[in-house]
């Protein structure tokens, strides 16, 4: 319990006290989000610009292609036994 100056317990200065912490904490909450919400998106659009890139090299060079079929024309998952 809050006590004043005097020393007398005082319950409705206590009160005051704790919602006053109770918001500054859920601002600091709120804002702590926004900017864990702003690293994230600079995240994911870094992200999303490395793969255009890679993807736009790997047309560029054929690269791709080399990626999804196998040298044999078997499908990989069938050549490497594997069940689908």
């Known amino acids: 319990m809050y006590r004043n100056s005097e020393g007398y317990a005082s319950p409705t200065e206590g009160a005051a006290y704790a919602h006053i912490a109770q918001e500054e904490r859920e601002k600091r909450r709120q804002h702590e989000a926004a900017q864990r919400k702003e690293q994230q998106s600079i995240q994911r659009a870094k992200q999303r610009a490395e ?5 736009k090299q790997l047309d560029e060079t054929g690269g791709w292609k080399l990626a999804w079929t196998a040298p044999t024309g078997i499908p990989r998952h069938k050549k490497e036994g594997f069940r689908v």
């Open 51 to 55: 793969t255009m890139a890679r993807l």
